[in-house]
T-cell receptor, first 109, second 114 residues
Framework: SQQGEEDPQALSIQEGENATMNCSYKTSINNLQWYRQNSGRGLVHLILIRSNEREKHSGRLRVTLDTSKKSSSLLITASRAADTASYFCATDTGNQFYFGTGTSLTVIP | DGGITQSPKYLFRKEGQNVTLSCEQN?????MYWYRQDPGQGLRLIYY???????QKGDIAEGYSVSREKKESFPLTVTSAQKNPTAFYLCASSPGRGVSYEQYFGPGTRLTVT
């Protein structure tokens, strides 16, 4: 399977702390995207990073991509209770999207 | 108000019955996708369509069928041949014909088959 794997599976932090989650994948990609899913809802796109980019920022989000290690990380700084959700990486192989299994983040107020 | 709508939000069916899930988008997107999500799992691609009257199988197409007669509509039929149909179904669309675009998701339909 080319599905990405997120690590950790679950993460619980205090409000104000930073949250880091990682995604590893198996094959070459064109881009990698991160999505958020609140419980029982659809996914919301957070950020896209292309294979020739190493780092990207969007507000409190920072994404890195290391194509040599086939891995990406998502950092959420100064977390808020509203950040509580599941986070998924999705890899684009040029032919199809593959979603990872997700990291469940709980931010405790 | 642009977006993707899926209906109904909850759907209950008896085993052996076919059921069709609706997905409509008014974003003028070329590509549309159907995913299945099981508890604690990621999304698995069922079918996708990059243009009207054309669609491709994803990783788990067996027991499902789709049609794309209009750009804005991509209904999914869960047939009685699908062994484990109970799941959360998500429809998505993207602007381009390739996959190098972000996907916009609908709110999902939770199907329960007993």
């Amino acid at each position: 399977s080319q599905q990405g794997e997120e690590d950790p599976q679950a993460l619980s932090i205090q409000e104000g702390e930073n949250a880091t989650m990682n995604c590893s994948y198996k094959t070459s990609i064109n881009n990698l995207q991160w999505y958020r899913q609140n419980s029982g809802r659809g996914l919301v796109h957070l950020i896209l990073i292309r294979s020739n980019e190493r780092e990207k920022h969007s507000g409190r989000l920072r994404v890195t991509l290391d194509t040599s290690k086939k891995s990406s990380s998502l950092l959420i700084t100064a977390s808020r209770a509203a950040d509580t959700a599941s986070y998924f990486c999705a890899t684009d192989t040029g032919n199809q999207f593959y979603f990872g299994t997700g990291t469940s983040l709980t931010v405790i107020p | 108000d642009g977006g993707i709508t899926q209906s109904p939000k909850y759907l209950f069916r008896k085993e052996g019955q076919n059921v069709t899930l609706s997905c409509e988008q008014n974003l003028n997107h070329d590509a549309m996708y159907w995913y299945r999500q099981d508890p604690g799992q990621g999304l698995r691609l069922i079918y996708y369509s990059q243009i009207v009257n054309d669609f491709q199988k994803g990783d788990i197409a067996e027991g499902y069928s789709v049609s794309r007669e209009k750009k804005e509509s991509f209904p999914l039929t869960v047939t009685s041949a699908q062994k484990n149909p109970t799941a959360f179904y998500l429809c998505a669309s993207s602007p381009g014909r390739g996959v190098s675009y972000e996907q916009y998701f609908g709110p999902g339909t939770r199907l329960t088959v007993t």
